[in-house]
């Protein structure tokens, strides 16, 4: 999903990777040669990389952040420190300033509850 890179002032970020456009091209041609039967799913999961193509950057590397943090037992919400070790232990390539801004975005791009 997403790669560190070095910035050209020497500190790292993150590069976020998008595949939507890439998938949602692939279920359109699957479409035009889909039996009746098949219309409605690949319909169906068209819309759903359409939504996905529409989620702001942050809310993407959020929701990585904390599904890396799920995975160790944790939630964007517990000890930062603890949450920030989480995320680097998930990728360790990470600066410990990225892996922050990770966690703060998961904080903030967490899906409503209800």
Do not use: C, N, Y
Request: proline share 6%.
């Amino acid at each position: 999903m997403f790669r560190t890179t070095k910035s050209p002032s020497d500190l790292e970020s993150v590069l976020l990777v998008r595949e939507a456009p890439e998938l949602a091209a692939a279920l359109r041609e699957a479409l035009g040669s889909a039996t009746e039967e098949q219309r409605a799913g690949l319909e169906v999961a068209l819309a759903i990389v359409a939504q996905a193509a529409e989620r702001p950057d942050p809310a993407v590397r959020g929701g990585w952040a904390e599904r890396a943090l799920a995975v160790r037992g944790l939630s964007p919400e517990d000890d930062t420190v603890a949450a920030v070790k989480a995320v680097r232990e998930a990728a360790p390539a990470l600066s410990l300033l990225s892996a922050h801004q990770l966690v703060q975005e998961a904080r903030l791009h967490r899906p409503a509850a209800g």
